[in-house]
């Protein structure tokens, strides 16, 4: 517990004198309604019939990033997501129905770099990339995968920044946005 306290003591002090130097640190939380990732599982359903499934519901996708910046140009951090789907299943064999939810949960952990582009104290124009493990689970499975990641994006804002990024990737696919704090 002494050493949480005193890491978090240097930590508000190197902060300190780092917001009267401009901003080193920025921690952002981001949400999208959806992905095309999500909507793709739909389209490897069962054609044999004995499977059939409700609408998708998800509760979207989650992401928490933090950053530090080595140079204007050149940002380094780490890049947590989560998304989570389920839908009804409905399964037809030797004339009986069995009803079932099918749940999927996808989280994944990327190291990021981020180089800016344009960058000045209002605007910023970024793309980032980031590599890291990943897991997929369901009821049935739990499946393992490197999680990748480009993301384009751009934030407008200096102590309070909001944000807006086009994710191609392994980890999800589609545009989220959110707010970011610079510190």
Known sequence: MKRLLMILVAL?????TASSQGYDYEARLGWTPGDLLTFITIMGEDTSGETT???L????????????KIKPWLTVGGKANYRHS???????????VTLGVDRTEVFSVMPTVKFTTKYDA???????????PGVIH????????????????MAIGKKISWYLELGLGSAWCGFISGLGWRF
């Open 138 to 153: 369901t009821e049935d499975y739990t499946k393992y995968y490197t999680a990748f990641q480009f993301t384009p994006g």
């Open 86 to 96: 389920w839908r009804d299943e409905k399964r037809y064999q030797e004339d009986c």
């Open 53 to 55: 499934w409700g609408p």
């Open 57 to 68: 519901r998800t509760v979207g996708i989650f992401s928490a990033d933090f950053d530090v």
């Open 122 to 132: 209002v605007v910023r124009v970024y793309a980032g990339v980031g590599l890291g």
């Open 12 to 16: 508000l002090i190197a902060g300190g």
